[in-house]
């Protein structure tokens, strides 16, 4: 059985059975990976937090091709973009482009620091949260070798949906928030 560390953030947790989740970590050293969290939905879990989107963390993981969380050491949990609607839209939508955008153990190290710096700008820097996410997927596409002639968030959902047939879902709920704004 292999043991495998390393920093990562939680890009997307999904129910599994009757107390474990599936996760999606995007890992420093290794890139996007799917990993079991046994026990996580318990109220006693010690690692409930660890498997939350948006968890920043030291992952310490077991297995060879079947991944295991055996432990996590929190570095941040960007906890203050869930307070304002708007900011946590954006923060979904740089996970969701990280997820859906990325293959399974396809390491970007340019990636993974747009990500962090996105997700850190939004809780800790951004006054205006939309300006904050469009620089921030200019960054990311960049880094996933594409560039969009883009001048609004609408264009880039567009960009995704059309060249790539991807469904950006939590951008597509920002443009909707948007439009109420007026």
Known sequence: MEHLEGEGICLRAVDFGENDKILTLYLAQKGKVAVKARGCKSQKSKLKYAATPLCFGKYYLA?????TLTGCDLIDSFFSVTVDPVKYYCACVILEVA?????EEEYNHRLFVAM???LNDLCYRAEYPKVS??????DMTLAL?????AITL??????FYHT???????LRELIKLGEFDA
């Open 133 to 138: 996410l469009f620089n921030s997927l200019k």
């Open 145 to 149: 070798g594409y560039e969009v002639k």
């Open 164 to 170: 790539h047939s991807t469904k950006i879902n939590a």
């Open 63 to 67: 297995g060879r091709c079947h991944y």
């Open 116 to 118: 962090l710096n996105a």
């Open 99 to 103: 997820d859906k955008m990325c293959l």
């Open 154 to 159: 609408k264009d880039y959902y567009n960009y």
